[in-house]
């Protein structure tokens, strides 16, 4: 059924290092070669938190901007050249807006595109979800996804697309009864280690400082859990004749993960910083790092990852945790997530 109303509710970042606001914005219409999606479900993300808190001229963002870049919907408007096959389907927006033309787009590097100029897409830079409409740029930025509720599929937009892309980056590293330790298995972690679970034959090492996320993670298949890196490879130690990890996932990022995850790793071995709490470290060859050291940060992931993830998912194998909210209790939400008090990942629904 065509949209008949012109304006809708959106949640927006009006001005920088402040809180965003519900306000009244109008209802975009799809011109050639786009797509509306009316939103079904929409992830809350620290990435947001982190745009929320940038100074002025940070980011080469124009606000006001609608926030929210995990979005699932249903598609109800298409335009010029768009088949119509689109119309009523169930997709996942992958938050990319690449160009799909440069070098790295044809190669299947999307998250990469040489140019984005800083302004990623999906409510990084451009609208995104947290409305109830979204405009979507191209069909390329869409993965259906039949057979799954939206709010589960909301999150693999950047949770779940985000934890594959590092996976898959180092799966030589991974093959062949590896040690993984995972750091942070909070909204983007436990769903690296059900990944890691479901597709690999790796020893999984959960940390984190919560009891609950701990518990979490050894439900989704890990096999050693700790509060802290320290307690971690004394574990590993006692249990399996070595402290040594082969592949770190840094879902934090801080310098005292990074610093002490390094400090983990076998020969050969690599740390993936994934996660953004400002931390850094300095690599050298005959430093402190041992013998064949990766260090690596990847970023988001291409749409054929999105497809994987999706496709794990559909096929019951991963499964993100999460906390629904209505749209009128989506500022709250971002509180508490700023306050830490989130398990999982916050998913938004329309009122």
Not at 6 to 27: G, I
Not at 288 to 298: E, K, T
Not at 303 to 309: C, G, N
Not at 315 to 335: C, K, N, P
Request: one cysteine or more; aromatic letters at 4%.
């Amino acid at each position: 059924m065509p949209v008949t109303s012109t304006s809708m509710r959106a949640v927006q970042l009006t001005a920088w290092e402040s809180e965003p606001e519900v306000r009244d914005v109008p209802v975009p219409r799809p011109g050639p070669g786009e797509l509306l999606l009316r939103v079904d479900a929409v992830g809350l993300c620290h990435s947001d938190i982190h745009v929320m808190s940038c100074p002025p001229g940070t980011l080469p963002y124009a606000l006001p901007m609608t926030l929210g870049h995990e979005v699932a919907g249903t598609v109800v408007e298409v335009g010029d050249g768009v088949a119509a096959s689109w119309l009523d389907r169930l997709a996942v927006v992958h938050g990319v807006w690449s160009c799909g033309t440069c070098h790295n787009c044809r190669r299947g590097q999307e998250n990469h595109c040489l140019k984005l100029d800083g302004r990623v897409g999906c409510g990084l830079g451009k609208p995104g979800g947290l409305a109830e409409y979204v405009l979507v740029p191209s069909e390329r930025q869409l993965v259906s996804a039949d057979g799954i509720a939206a709010t589960k599929l909301a999150p693999l937009a950047d949770a779940g697309l985000t934890a594959y892309h590092a996976i898959r980056l180092h799966r030589d590293a991974i093959a062949g009864g590896s040690t993984v330790m995972v750091i942070g298995v909070g909204g983007l972690g436990h769903l690296a280690v059900q990944i890691l679970a479901r597709t690999t034959d790796a020893h999984i090492v959960a940390v984190d400082t919560r009891e609950a996320a701990l518990e979490s993670s050894r439900s989704h298949g890990a096999h050693t859990a700790a509060t802290s890196i320290g307690d971690a490879t004394e574990q590993l130690r006692r249990d399996r004749g070595s402290s040594l990890v082969d592949v770190v996932l840094d879902f934090v990022g801080a310098d005292s993960t990074l610093s002490q995850g390094s400090g983990a790793l076998a020969p050969g071995g690599r740390l993936v910083m994934i996660g953004g709490a400002g931390g850094s470290m300095t690599v050298a060859k005959g430093r402190d790092l041992p013998l064949g050291w990766h260090v690596s940060a990847p970023f988001w992931g291409p749409r054929q990852d999105l497809e994987a993830v999706v496709d794990l998912a559909q096929r019951g194998l991963i499964e993100a945790d999460i906390e629904i909210v209505r749209f009128s209790e989506t500022l709250e939400a971002y509180r508490r997530l700023r306050a830490g008090d989130v398990r999982g990942r916050i998913v938004v629904v329309p009122d």
